[in-house]
Structure formats: C-alpha cells, structure tokens
C-alpha cells in the first residue's frame, strides 16, 4: 500500500467527520484540505522534477478511492484535481516552473468544458468566458480551463482551435454562490467568470494533440505519462465514484447490522438485503479490478514501446463505464432494500446515496455515448469513432 493510502486511512474517521461540514460549507472545510494534502496523494501523478512522485496510475487511484470511502467530497475533488498533474507535466516547462515554482502542493482546477472564447494578440490570447463545475475550486492556486480560438467577429474558423488555458489565482474569478447541487455539495464546484484576461500561449496546450497523445515526447521513457489523457481522466473520476459507493457500502453495513422494520424483518438475516449488500460488493470489486488491470497491462505494453490503439482506448471506456454503471445500479438497489428509514437527511446513507448519483451524471461515467462510440469503431463506422473522455 503506498503511503498516501495510508495515511488516509489513518485519518479516515476525520475525514468522515467532516463530511457534514463541507456539505453544509459549500465546499472542503480546511481541515478536510489540509489532510488530503498532508497525505501527498495530489502529486502522485505529478512529474518528479516538479516535485511530485511519478505513482503506479492504480495507486493514485487506489488513494482517490479511499477519500472518497470516507467523505464523498473530498473523493471527488481528489479524483478531479489530483489528475491534473499529470497534464500539467505535458505543458510547457516554463508553465511548469511557474505553477510549481513556489509551491509543489499548490493544485490546479478546472474544467475542461469549452465555453470560453480567446483572441489572439500578441503572444498569446485575450480570453474570456464563464465555467460551471470548478471542482475543489476555493482550495486552487491555479485553473485550467477549456477554451475555444476564435476571429474578432468571433468565427472559430474552419478547423476549430480548442485548447486548455492555465491561468493563476488572481487571474479569474470565483463566482460565489453558484453551486447549489442534491449531491456533493461539498465539492466547491462553483463558477468560474473571466474577463479579457491576457493568456501568453506557452500556458496553453492543444486538446486535440493532447488526446491523441503528441505530447507524450516530452516526458520520453516515462509510460505514465504515454497513456491516453482520456481514459486516465476517465479511469480517475470512476475511482471517485467507487470510493463513494464504498463509503454507502459501510454505512449500510452498520445500518441492516441492528435494523428491524415494522413487520419484524430482522435486515441482517433478511434475503433480500442479503442479495443487496453481496451483488454490490461484488460489482464494486470487480469494476476496480477491471480498471486497474487494464491501465496496468498498458504501462507494460508501453514500456516495451508499443503505442496504446484507438481500440483499446475505446475498450477501455466501454468497461470503466460499465464499471460505473453496475455500481451506481448497486447502489440504487441498496437503498431501495433500506426502507423509509433510510430516506431521512439525518442519517449517512441518504447523503450517501444523494452523492453517488451525482457522481453518476458527470460524462465519464455515463455509458451511452460511449458504448455507441466503441459499437461504431467496432463495425467501421469511423467517421463518427472518436475518443471521449
């Protein structure tokens, strides 16, 4: 077990302590910040020259998870903003030393959404725009958002230029107030609102080439940064999810242990919450394992310097998404078995339930488009096959 994990689960009845009160917040209370920090687990995918660690991609995700098992929250921000290093080791080195220079535990935000709009000018790009779902926002020292280079009539030209701009604090702002959600209230997730600020372009990076894997060259001979940036984007917010659904897994555990109902149901001998508990436990593990045995399998593959293919890539998100939806369809089961007792927002597997739905809605782990995607590839259909993340 890596020591981030660990010290995760040393702390884990802190972190479980506060998930309440990052709920109640808006967004992670400092102490749930301060712990996931100390644990290190954000610069485990970050390059070892900007001082992070350059993990296994199964450990970090084995650490997302055991976040969220304790506070849904901070296993979601985990998963969104601790894969952002591995990004952030693709750009520009100046951009590096600049994000890193003062301080390697700063994180970085998102999202990657295109609604912004950037100018050329100079040097760089006069940007603007406005973003939801900035996960972890109000703990982030710097923001990478998604963004579309467009004419001073606003034209995208004929080949559309969507890049990832980096920008720092005090750049943009945070929109307060605008993130009013059912679940993972705690997450931040707010607003981000931009106005003409100026973007030198060595602090953007392409999304097109940077999903096809182009600038994998500058970090040669590290297989950890040659995977695809979908699927790890992917394989990181599945993990979020299934931490949660271990998190409602133990409360429900504690919950049918000493739970009788009104007709005198006894919910730890009853079948029907038996079959429950086993075929999510069941799920669960087996979706972490498919998950982490195919990126394992890729960093072997790659190391003898064979490329990851667009069938593979498309594989891939056919089972993590299949993975999530076996969970989230786990965890609806589980709470249907619990009665009415359950519904009530003073006991923990409400709030859990709440929140793995929410986790459910992000498009990663959405099976639709994906299966027609991979369906599409499979049968030659090529002109609509592309790769999502």
Avoid at 119 to 145: I, K, M, N
Avoid at 300 to 321: C, H, M, Y
Wanted: aromatic share 10%.
């Amino acid at each position: 077990m890596h020591e981030a994990v660990a010290y995760i689960h040393e702390h884990g009845d802190a972190l479980r302590d506060e998930h309440v009160a990052c709920d109640e917040a808006g967004k992670l209370t400092d102490v749930t910040a301060s712990l996931m920090r100390s644990s290190g687990g954000m610069r485990m995918l970050q390059a070892r020259s900007h001082g992070g660690f350059e993990t296994e991609p199964s450990d970090f995700f084995e650490w997302v998870r055991a976040v969220g098992r304790y506070n849904a929250s901070a296993g979601w921000v985990a998963g969104v903003v601790g894969v952002h290093p591995w990004e952030v080791a693709l750009v520009e080195p100046a951009l590096q030393d600049e994000i890193y220079g003062n301080d390697p535990d700063v994180w970085v935000a998102s999202p990657y959404v295109p609604q912004g709009r950037a100018v050329r000018e100079g040097d760089g790009f006069r940007f603007s725009g406005r973003w939801q779902y900035s996960t972890g926002t109000d703990h982030c020292g710097w923001v990478v958002l998604g963004g579309l280079v467009v004419d001073e009539n606003g034209s995208p030209g004929p080949i559309p230029d969507l890049r990832h701009f980096f920008l720092p604090r005090g750049d943009y702002e945070i929109v307060e107030d605008s993130w009013k959600v059912m679940g993972l209230s705690g997450t931040g997730s707010k607003d981000i609102l931009i106005e003409g600020a100026f973007v030198p372009e060595y602090r953007t990076i392409a999304h097109g080439p940077l999903a096809e894997g182009e600038y994998a060259s500058r970090q040669l001979g590290n297989a950890l940064y040659q995977l695809p940036f979908g699927c790890v984007f992917s394989a990181a917010i599945g993990s979020a999810l299934f931490g949660i659904a271990q998190g409602a897994l133990d409360r429900y555990r504690d919950y049918v242990r000493n739970r009788v109902s009104v007709s005198g149901v006894v919910g730890k001998t009853d079948p029907y919450q038996q079959e429950a508990l086993a075929e999510l436990e069941a799920d669960l593990a087996a979706g972490i394992v498919h998950v982490d045995a195919m990126l394992s399998e890729w960093g072997e593959q790659l190391a003898k310097g064979d490329p990851i293919t667009t069938s593979q890539r498309l594989e891939f998100r056919r089972n993590q998404v299949r993975a999530s939806q076996r969970v989230l369809f786990g965890v609806d089961k589980l709470f249907s078995r619990s009665g009415s007792a359950a519904v009530w927002a003073t006991r923990p597997l409400e709030r859990y339930w709440r929140d793995v739905r929410t986790a459910g809605s992000h498009i990663c782990n959405m099976a639709d488009v994906v299966y027609g995607r991979w369906a599409d590839h499979e049968f030659g259909n090529e002109n609509r096959s592309i790769v999502m993340y």
